[in-house]
């Protein structure tokens, strides 16, 4: 069977202090792609210089004005021809065998639309990294769950069938926050998907991430893309179950924003509320959210420091 060709797109904006590194770990995959696209949404810093001592490598660069995230994705697939694509995020980094193994997989399972990998994320201010990434037990559960949360992650742990956006469309640039999301729910509601138990990328977080900003414009966003996809794939009797299951990690997540944020006993109240909506679904860490807001965030910590000493002695 021939080898598909693969067309990597990465999205940047004012990424200088990463661009560089992003680009070089496509270019040290140990499948090679095939095209290599930066679209430039608007820099301001030196983004475009710092991908122009790539061209030599055979790395394309395209500019936008600001338009925001799904658009510049749309910009990419305009200007690459690859029957896979595979998105990354400028401030992420892709593992030396993201494109080998997804490729592999996709070549093995024609019936495949799109597959996602694991994440290591690493949190820069806290130099600490860990494990992110679920695997369903059916494609049935993973559209069931992709009502609730986007369970295949973002942009950069992602490869798919160019083809298959004929059927279901494109990124919705009107969407400032989980446009990816919305994408995936409408790939996986027309085609199968599948999720690999295999880190693919780093994810970095750091403050600066636009997926950390403006938090509550953007849980809100979320909020609304889990409802229209609930009211638009789902038989009204099977709603009520999924708003509720949405509505608890909606308010999780008020939760931990608002603890983040110093008001702790609201985030009490919104811990309490989210564990008690729907206790089935990530019941301990509702509870543990849940306990941080009661004993206060020092005390919280000073514990989980003097269970691990335990664990380890």
């Known amino acids: 069977m021939p080898k598909l060709s693969v067309s990597a797109i990465i999205t940047a904006y004012n990424s200088e202090t990463f661009v ?13 792609v095939d095209d290599i696209l930066v679209v430039d949404d608007g820099s301001t810093d030196k983004t475009r210089d710092i991908v122009a001592s790539f061209a030599q490598s055979g790395v394309r660069y395209v500019y936008q004005q600001n338009q925001g995230p799904g658009a510049a994705r749309n910009y990419g697939l305009r200007e690459t021809s690859g029957e896979l694509v595979a998105f990354l995020d400028a401030d992420d980094v892709w593992l030396k065998d993201k494109t080998e193994v997804q490729l592999k ?44 949360d986007n369970k295949l992650g973002n942009p950069s742990r992602v490869m798919f069938r160019r083809s298959v ?3 279901v469309g494109v990124f919705d640039p009107t969407i400032r926050w989980g446009q990816d999301w919305d994408l995936w729910i409408r790939i996986v509601m027309h085609s199968k998907a599948a999720i690999q138990p295999t880190p693919v990328i780093v994810y970095r977080w750091h403050e600066k991430n636009l997926s950390h900003i403006k938090r509550w414009d953007r849980l809100y966003s979320y909020w609304n893309i889990s409802m229209r996809a609930i009211r638009m794939y789902w038989a009204p009797w099977q709603r009520p179950l999924l708003v509720l299951r949405s509505w608890s990690l909606f308010t999780l997540k008020r939760a931990r924003y608002l603890l983040q944020t110093g008001s702790r006993w609201r985030a009490l109240g919104y811990a309490i509320a989210a564990f008690f909506a729907y206790p089935a679904d990530m019941g301990t860490d509702k509870l543990k959210m849940l306990l941080h807001a009661v004993v206060g965030d020092k005390f919280y910590r000073y514990s989980k420091q003097l269970y691990r000493w335990r664990l380890q002695g």
């Open 105 to 148: 997989f996709l070549q093995d399972h024609p019936d495949v639309a799109l597959v996602a990998g694991f994440a290591w994320w690493w949190n820069l201010k806290k130099n600490k990294c860990s494990t992110v990434g679920d695997v369903p037990p059916s494609l049935e559960v993973l559209r069931r769950d992709m009502m609730v």
């Open 165 to 167: 956006l004929a059927d």
């Open 20 to 32: 560089a590194e992003a680009i070089s770990s496509v270019l040290d995959q140990s499948c090679p």
